[in-house]
């Protein structure tokens, strides 16, 4: 297909009207009263040649102009070849990273579960913190209860935290209520 240049659209305008101009001016010429005005006919086939020239450059440029692009993955290339095995090396050891990181949060959680257990136990005895030791390394479906126990009393803590909390407030706006009735009854 032929491109067509917007420059060579503008200088055909341009020569189109330079021609008009100067069939324009061929006919301003001032005749004079007595005589009969003369008539010229300028040569308009220069018009019209440009003027066909100009609807085929149209007609080109309202053509849709297709683009193909191909992207080529060939492992003959070296830097495509370099690139899958870069990038199958790299998922490997994230895979492999994510992996160990996997048992070291799960030790971690483990970790955090005695911690609370022993916690809420009070006080515990190095045979009963072996007993645990054994109860997550060898009989880990012992462990679901263990946790059920530590979140149950952990909840149990927490809602009495939040009473005494509560018993606390009343206590000070009931505090604050006698102050004040006492303050109004020394203005009597």
Do not use: W
Not at 10 to 15: A, G, I, N, Q, R
Not at 56 to 83: A, C, Q, W
């Amino acid at each position: 297909m032929k491109h067509i240049d917007i420059n060579e659209v503008y200088t055909l305008f341009e020569e189109i009207k330079e021609l008009v101009k100067k069939g324009n001016e061929n006919k301003q010429t001032v005749a004079q009263p007595e005589v009969q005005p003369k008539i010229e006919l300028s040569d308009f086939s220069v018009i019209n040649e440009l003027t066909d020239k100009l609807d085929k450059t149209i007609e080109e440029v309202r053509k849709p102009v297709k683009t193909e692009h191909r992207h080529i993955f060939s492992l003959d290339s070296s830097k495509v070849f370099v690139g899958v095995m870069g990038s199958c090396i790299v998922t490997i050891l994230c895979l492999c990273t994510i992996f160990y990181q996997r048992k070291e949060i799960s030790s971690c959680a483990d970790n955090d579960l005695k911690y609370r257990y022993i916690k809420m136990q009070g006080e515990t005895t190095p045979r009963e913190i072996e007993l645990l030791e054994d109860i997550f390394e060898n009989n880990r479906d012992k462990v679901k209860p263990i946790r059920k126990e530590v979140e149950k009393h952990e909840k149990a803590v927490l809602e009495e935290a939040k009473r005494l909390e509560k018993a606390r407030l009343k206590e000070q706006e009931a505090e604050r209520l006698r102050q004040e009735a006492e303050n109004l009854k020394r203005k009597k």
